[in-house]
């Protein structure tokens, strides 16, 4: 089957830190950027971060630039966003992409 596996996310208090991993299942993740978005309830989706296929191009959401890590291995079809310093505006679900693929929403809650 083919599809994007997403793992991570949770409860954490202001100021913590949590990791988000999307691996790939039945594809390789090699050739493409790869995404992470969020998007609360009733609010249109927000491109977190992105990293293209050799890692060396890296941009963020001026939210949570320099707050958050996103990273790749391509020989793992692996991808991960480090969010550090988390803050309760970055309470939300989020997603990765890759193409036209998604994996499955993750809940962050940052909450004291």
């Known amino acids: 089957q083919l599809q994007l596996v997403a793992s991570g996310g949770g409860l954490v208090q202001p100021g913590g830190s949590l990791r988000l991993s999307c691996i790939s299942s039945g594809f390789t993740l090699d050739y493409y950027a790869i995404f992470w978005f969020r998007q609360a309830p009733g609010k249109e989706r927000e491109g977190v971060a992105c990293?293209?296929?050799?890692?060396?191009?890296?941009d963020y959401v001026d939210s949570v630039r320099g707050r958050f890590t996103i990273s790749r291995d391509n020989a793992k079809n692996r991808v991960d966003l480090q969010m550090d310093d988390l803050k309760p505006e970055d309470t939300t679900v989020y997603y990765c992409?890759?193409?036209?693929?998604w994996g499955q929403g993750i809940q962050v809650t940052v909450s004291s």
């Open positions: 992409s890759y193409r036209n693929y």
């Open positions: 990293i293209e296929s050799r890692g060396d191009n890296i």
